[in-house]
């Protein structure tokens, strides 16, 4: 079986395939593109060739999706400096750090959020409200969906079922993500890494949705936490959802599942 796809493979798909031939992109989005290869597997891959082979070419159609092009520079020289090796979780976290630390990248996204808070400030963006419709409608809405981690299995899924619970609860809306991640792992000596990590999993737990929509449906809604819409599904209807992605709900009709399942 062969399949071609956008980087709706990236999400929460339950797929399990022995090759993987992609094109270049942030690292956090290569790591997810990674983890549909030999997910289910007994044994680890112990072939002498590479199961995974990245086209590190960056044309004019890949920097349009992903900015800044400096994140996918950084990436490219990672990857070559990680070729032909075998990647763990260790490995993979360290790439991640080594391209999101990087002091240009760090002063592109510096110079970034420096030029939106001084349109903020041209546009007298006062109230703190005023300030976060305007972040929104920069960075994108996004909805996520707590009982989906809580299907997870494998290592990850006690931390997980931690994140689900807090991401709940109404009094840690005000919690620093240095804080939650103490929650979740523990004091640690690498709560950069920590942090980053939570992050991730914010991320491949939701999905971009109109912001039209969740005005629509507020009381489907269940509140904002950090940033995240949240949505608690019923279990059946997040099961389908595992098996096919998070993604899955650009492609339905959100509006219409929200009017005929919460009222």
């Known amino acids: 079986v062969i399949v071609v796809s956008t980087q709706l493979v990236e999400a929460s798909v339950n797929f399990d395939f022995d090759v993987l031939i992609t094109e270049i992109s942030p690292i956090d989005s290569q790591v997810q593109r990674w983890g549909r290869i030999y997910r289910n597997r007994k044994d680890d891959y112990k072939e002498e060739n590479p199961n995974i082979y990245v086209f590190i070419g960056i044309d004019d159609g890949t920097k349009a999706i992903y900015h800044p092009v400096e994140v996918l520079e950084k990436t490219k020289d990672v990857l070559k400096k990680y070729e032909k090796q075998e990647l763990g979780y260790d490995e993979e976290r360290r790439m991640i750090e080594e391209v999101y630390n990087d002091e240009k990248i760090k002063e592109k ?3 970034d959020i420096a030029e939106t808070l001084k349109w903020l400030d ?3 963006a006062s109230k703190k409200s005023e300030a976060q419709k305007i972040f929104r409608r920069i960075a994108g809405t996004q909805l996520i969906i707590p009982k989906i981690m ?16 807090i991401i709940r609860n109404p009094e840690k809306n005000n919690s620093s993500w240095k804080e939650i991640a103490i929650e979740i792992f523990g004091p640690s000596s690498d709560e950069g890494s920590n942090v980053l990590r939570i992050l991730k999993w914010m991320y491949e737990y939701s999905a971009p949705v ?8 507020v009381f489907g809604i269940a509140r904002e ?5 949240i949505l608690d599904l019923e279990k059946k209807d997040a099961e389908k959802i595992k098996e096919f992605g998070v993604d899955v709900i650009k492609e339905i009709d959100l509006d219409e599942y929200l009017q005929s399942n919460i009222t």
């Open 109 to 111: 996204y510096e110079t």
């Open 122 to 124: 041209i546009y007298q």
């Open 150 to 165: 809580e299907l997870q299995d494998g290592i990850e899924s006690e931390y997980l079922k931690k994140l689900a619970n």
């Open 210 to 217: 109109p912001e039209y929509t969740l005005k629509r449906h």
């Open 225 to 229: 936490f950090n940033g995240f819409y």
